[in-house]
């Protein structure tokens, strides 16, 4: 049994469950305020290449795996993108998909007896279609997620 940590979107609790004796992924929520859990979905386990950085992510909520260059979206809809290694799916956004990007560029630093390589290290925020997986738009930054749930472009 794994459960991944719980996504909460300002009502409910989502969670993540795979059951590897029956073979199944299940998402479930929790709604607090009436101590109530649903199951939203089950899939089966073999409808994924594996549960390598499987998670879930708002909103709507979405199950994803990301490998390398390659966000796997597996619910609501499957659609399978392809990224750039250095960027790592932040959230959803609708038909919007928030990345961040860490870029390290090498420099020569030229001292009075020797050159030495340094590394100039920044992050950019990359926002992609859903549908297509381009690139709608990216700038330097990063994105954080406030305490009241929402997400800040920084």
């Not at 590897?20 to 199951?39: H, T, V």
């Not at 089966?44 to 290449?49: D, H, N």
Request: glycine fraction near 4%.
């Amino acid at each position: 049994m794994y459960i991944e940590n719980p996504v909460w979107d300002g009502e409910i609790f989502w969670i993540l469950r795979v059951d590897f004796s029956n073979r199944l992924i299940e998402i479930w929520k929790y709604f607090p305020k009436e101590n109530k859990l649903e199951k939203e979905t089950v899939l089966f386990l073999s409808e994924i290449r594996d549960c390598y950085n499987l998670k879930i992510q708002l909103s709507p909520i979405t199950l994803y795996r990301q490998d390398g260059g390659i966000l796997d979206i597996i619910w609501p809809e499957k659609k399978i993108i392809e990224i750039e290694d250095s960027e790592s799916f932040y959230y959803r956004a609708n038909e919007d998909l928030y990345f961040t990007k860490w870029i390290e560029e090498p420099y020569f630093y030229n001292s009075s007896e020797e050159v030495i390589l340094k590394y100039h290290y920044y992050e950019e925020v990359v926002i992609r279609e859903l549908k297509t997986g381009n690139i709608k738009e990216k700038f330097k930054g990063t994105i954080e997620r406030m305490p009241n749930g929402t997400f800040w472009l920084v």
